[in-house]
């Protein structure tokens, strides 16, 4: 039987999602090592992405094989194992052929900018002091730019081992909060550090260290902006994955009539 199981995490003291044979902190890690601890097949768990050192999901995905009929128990004994930086929500039995990765039709992220320091969020934000002298209009124009592109290799961090640079976005847009604003992004998939990098020239745009037609040109030419800059993890959250045959954490099976 094949189960999705949706979590949340904060990736502070992570060294990402995927597992490594260098360190035991990754969140696939632990995942693995809990479930080896009562499921005799010891298996390994698939993610539908992998997310970087210091970065955090409140909603992500993963999926796993087992013969275990009781998922409510299994919940219950991750959650007992697991450390309380991880949480486990649910967990859905779904199609033999299921894929977390390779299934989910949209992604959604966040990047939280604080304007003051916040003691309370010093590693699920980032603090831009000079936040409050910022125009506002200038961070939505620059994010909008996104949205008429489809090609991202200026957007994505070197030594990349993904075969295409094509993202379709859906939603590109800044929020203002009461101490800050939170990046709003949405596609079908991301290139490894895309996101980072894309808060990093907006915040760039509204300090006026770069224009609009530098970005332009960089997304036509596919080329590296003269002064990028990859903002830290910590104010990025993977917070949506969305699959067709989910609907309220209920499995609906796809049919030819729907």
């Known amino acids: 039987m094949r189960y999705f199981v949706r979590i949340k995490y904060n990736g502070t003291h992570f060294h990402g999602w995927q597992s490594q044979k260098n360190t035991p902190d ?6 693995e090592d809990a479930l080896a601890i009562f499921l005799p097949e010891k298996p390994e768990i698939v993610g539908c992405g992998r997310t970087d050192s210091g970065v955090h999901a409140s909603d992500y995905f993963f999926h796993f094989d087992t013969e275990h009929k009781d998922p409510a128990l299994i919940q219950y004994k991750l959650n007992s194992i697991l450390p309380n930086t991880i949480a486990v929500e649910h967990i859905i039995k779904v199609h033999d052929d299921a894929h977390t990765r390779f299934d989910a039709s949209l992604r959604a992220y966040e990047y939280h900018l604080l304007e003051r320091r916040d003691p309370f969020r010093e590693f699920t934000s980032y603090f831009l002091p000079t936040l409050n002298r910022l125009d506002f209009d200038d961070f939505q124009k620059a994010a909008a730019l996104i949205t008429k592109y489809e ?4 957007f994505c961090k070197n030594g990349s081992d993904e075969k295409t640079k094509k993202c379709t976005i859906y939603k590109s847009q800044w929020r203002q909060t009461e101490n800050g604003l939170v990046y709003e992004i949405e596609a079908n998939r991301f290139l490894r550090g895309m996101i980072r990098l894309i808060v990093g020239m907006c915040i760039n745009v509204a300090r ?3 224009t609009l037609d530098q970005v332009e040109h960089a997304l036509e030419t596919k080329s590296r902006l003269v002064k990028d ?5 910590r104010g990025l959250f993977l917070c949506h994955i ?4 989910i609907q309220d954490n209920i499995y609906v099976p796809i049919t030819s009539s729907q």
């Open 208 to 210: 006026g260290q770069i």
């Open 26 to 31: 990754t969140v696939q890690g632990k995942i």
């Open 242 to 245: 969305n699959y067709d045959y």
């Open 229 to 233: 800059w990859s903002v830290p993890a």
């Open 151 to 154: 090609d991202f290799e200026a």
